[in-house]
């Protein structure tokens, strides 16, 4: 096992930290306030990150899953906006991947090239009002209709709804079958029968639009349907891996919140010392670093499986679910040692605190992922 960076992944690594420290943190406060920005959606299109990992061919970066995280993480880490981040990855890495991985020649060419700019914006939308941890429970039908499907129902808690051009939707073409009935297709926006409701009020994370979309006879050409009718359970876990490595910004943004907190450490002054000098702020410091260490090597570690075409499921669970809960830990810490002044806006380190909260819920529960970590290694 080599985590070790090539020449080219270091340079890309400092370019895109260069790029984030520059164009996406100052505007971070900002965006809060006034939700998401298209000129800098402009901007990471310019530098090539919103095609990142889709293939050359169809004017994308072409780069593996080791390097997608290296770019990530960099991101993360310069820019400290973990809600761009997950903007980026809903398009990139569950809007376009799927597409990808699952798309006719037909589906690729017609999408990706303008997903890979920026020019299209894509969704992932999967969970329902009644269907989150159970996912196979989903109620969205998708009813055949000569050279169409039709679609009924809704979905909720989706992120870039508001702002996506195409959708990459779950629907049933058989209730009956649960997970074998479940079924991708790609909606476009504007299809008669959808509609997209308004953004969603989250706690943090305004920059990020959330929102929920409602079919209703919504007319779907088949050919727009990814892989084949009642194989979208085993395409989800197929593109897992790249759902996972969604989590790569997570640990730019642990790091970012450990810069800011050993550099206040070493300013801040109690009792005429840097807080710093206090031996309970140092232990924060250091359970901040060791979480954030931990979690960088389990994401190379599904990157590094995931080139090289081996199975990570198991991985990817265990990866998920320390991540997220490592950077709530962190986050907690990271307020903590800014004390009251990290509750205050003023300083971003609280933001951290919410975006990780979310990212033990998104994507699965932590509950949900210590089920599958327990039934893979009992095989029950
Ligand atoms: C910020 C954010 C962004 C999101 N973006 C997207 C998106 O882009 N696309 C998309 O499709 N979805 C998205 N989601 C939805 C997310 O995937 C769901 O919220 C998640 O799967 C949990 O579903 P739920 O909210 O319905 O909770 P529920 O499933 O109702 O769970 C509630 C609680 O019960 C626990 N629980 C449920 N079942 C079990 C069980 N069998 N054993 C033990 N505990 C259990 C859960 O762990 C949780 O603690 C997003 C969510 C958030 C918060």
Redesign the pocket.
């Known amino acids: 096992m080599d985590f070790s960076f090539t020449e080219e992944q270091t340079m890309f690594k400092d370019s895109i930290l260069k790029f984030a420290e520059k164009e996406i943190r100052p505007g971070i406060t900002a965006r809060e306030e006034e939700g998401f920005s298209y000129d800098i959606w402009k901007k990471m299109g310019e530098m090539g990150l919103l095609g990142l990992s889709i293939p050359e061919e169809y004017g994308g970066g072409g780069a593996d899953a080791m390097t997608t995280v290296v770019g990530l993480e960099a991101f993360g880490h310069g820019g400290w906006d973990g809600s761009l981040c997950?903007v980026w990855g809903?398009h990139l890495l569950?809007g376009a991947m799927p597409i990808v991985e699952l798309g006719t020649e037909e589906q690729k060419k017609t999408y990706l090239p303008k997903m890979a700019t920026g020019e299209k914006i894509g969704?992932?939308?999967?969970?329902?009002?009644?269907?989150?941890?159970?996912?196979t429970g989903l109620k969205t039908t998708a009813t055949k209709d000569g050279d169409s499907y039709i679609l009924n129902g809704s979905?909720?808690?989706?992120?870039?709804?508001p702002i996506a051009d195409l959708f990459i939707v779950?629907a049933s073409t058989d209730l009956e079958k649960r997970a074998g009935g479940l079924t991708i297709f790609i909606v476009e926006k504007d299809t008669p029968g959808l509609t997209v409701g308004k953004p969603l009020e989250?706690y943090e994370?305004k920059s990020?639009p959330?929102g929920e979309i409602f079919f209703d006879d919504c007319k779907v050409p088949a050919e727009n349907m990814l892989g084949g009718e009642g194989e979208g359970f085993q395409a989800m876990l197929y593109t897992l891996g790249w759902e996972r490595i969604a989590f790569a910004p997570t640990i730019g943004l642990m790091e970012a919140d450990l810069d800011a907190c050993i550099e206040y450490s070493k300013e801040r002054k109690q009792f005429g010392k840097p807080i710093g000098k206090f031996q309970l702020v140092q232990a924060m410091l250091a359970e901040m670093k060791m979480d954030l260490e931990a979690s960088r090597y389990l994401t190379y570690l599904v990157a590094w499986k995931k080139d090289r075409g081996e199975f990570i499921g198991l991985d990817a669970a265990i990866a998920k679910t320390f991540i997220s809960e490592a950077a709530e830990r962190s986050s907690r810490k990271a307020v903590q040692i800014f004390g009251g002044y990290g509750c205050m806006k003023e300083y971003p380190i609280g933001r951290n605190f919410w975006f990780s909260k979310?990212?033990t819920?998104?994507?699965?529960?932590?509950?949900?992922q210590?089920?599958v970590i327990g039934r893979l290694l009992t095989g029950l």
């Open positions: 997950v809903s569950i969704a992932f939308a999967l969970t329902e009002p009644e269907a989150g941890s159970d996912a979905k909720t808690f989706i992120s870039n709804a779950f989250k994370g990020t959330t979310m990212a819920i998104g994507g699965g529960t932590s509950q949900i210590r089920l």
